[in-house]
């Protein structure tokens, strides 16, 4: 680029940033050219951001639609390489689930279910894959393969939202509609009120043939909580040819992993006012945690997952853009929910907590997390 | 506006920082509404009646009473949902502010509004 032209476009650039910056709605060939010139200079978060605000502002334009959808694919593919070199150096089950993800929605589903039999291969007690195999099959109509892994998820993690909530779908197209009220009642134990899942499990008892309708919130507790289904897979064993020395190497990694998250917990222990903390993956499974012995664990992080998930759904229907924290008051007490990574820490404080003090302890937590993360 | 609650959205929007308040019904129906910008104001009630059922019934299972109120901060906005006797008030507000003064408005106007709609 000459000189000349290299001035006009920072010109441009400038008045445009401008604009962007003080206009409370500024046209839409202001996004799409700013977008055309972070794009070209590389600046990869700036793009991101204009392309999601100019989204926001004028969801029906076709040419800011699909620099949003670049955006999109540019940032997963870079999330990607990251994943992979992080799986090389420092595994942890919830890094092939999420990469396996991340090809799964560029419909890359060769290579998300071979993420996902490498990731049960090193860690089979992990839910948060088998749960990828279960959608991919129900995806392709396979609900036979779906059914065996989204089974075999929930008896891994008995209040894994998603788990339960697709193997009711596939118990309906099964016509197995009494399973079907059974997992979405499971469900409304850790999820009451979720408005989805009454709706689904109205249909369910419909197709059931059950005709009375009890509210949740009346059923008696001991009848709400659903046993984990049982499972008519077999946990896998390590592929023949796998390196024994290779998987150790990456167990010890991962317990290492988990103690740089149990002693980061301990950090929020010592703040006066904190009953308790807890580290949950993005499929609900507890990763680490500091709970009063009477708080069932699996339940607390269910709910918390299901929390953060229509949070951070709502947050982006409400233009707040991506979620980052929020503070849940209750009568008796508050709920601080930071998102770090893919992880969700839930902090449970009593309501005359010094903000500072558990802000500042909150961030600590989160640098020690980052720092092995 | 409805129901006679345009002056206290007005001067809750008067504060510097608010860009925008709402109050919803139980049922997810917009009762009062007025933002700066444009939103899907029906999509935003329902979205927060949801939350609303979803918190208040996680929290008192988690015995931790019932809900009251919830901030939730974006990577460009700050929320906040604030459960009054019969409606739910949602003030959105520029990232930076500090609910400090912002909060004890917030919570004079849910009062003035559950004094308005007490049957």
Sequence with gaps: MGIISSLVRGWEKRRLEKIEKNSPRPPAEVFIRLYEIYHSEGEVNAASRVAKR?????PHNPDIGKASRDMDRMVREIEKERLRQKIESYPNPILYARLAELYKTDGEIGASV??????????PDYGGTYLLLGQICFDQEDFDGALSYLEKAAELDRYNYMALRLLADTYMKQGRYMDAVQNLDAILYFAPGDEQVLDALKAAKTAAGIQEEVPPEAAPAEAVPAPAPTTKVKPREPAKGASTVARQMKMKAAAKKQVAYTDAIEILKTIEGV??????DAFGLVIASY??????????GAMITNIYRSTARSAQQMGLGSFEDGVIEGESGNIHLIAIQDMILAVFAAATIKMGLLEKAI????NAVLEVG | MAHGMGDILDRLNRIEGVKGSMVVGRDGIVVASDFADFINEDAVAAVSSAILSSLDGALKRLEM????????????????????RNTLVLVLLRKDINLGFVGVEIREAVAEIDERTHL
């Design chain 1, 275 to 280: 009953h308790g903390a807890l580290l949950v």
């Design chain 1, 54 to 58: 100019g989204m926001r502002l004028y």
């Design chain 2, 65 to 84: 009473g019932g809900f009251k109120r919830f901030v939730i901060t974006g990577s460009d906005a700050k929320i906040v949902l604030m459960k009054g």
């Design chain 1, 291 to 300: 709970l009063s012995q009477d708080v069932d664990e699996e339940l607390a």
């Design chain 1, 114 to 123: 071979k993420v996902c039999e490498a990731g049960i291969r090193a860690f």
């Design chain 1, 363 to 366: 961030r600590d937590f989160a």
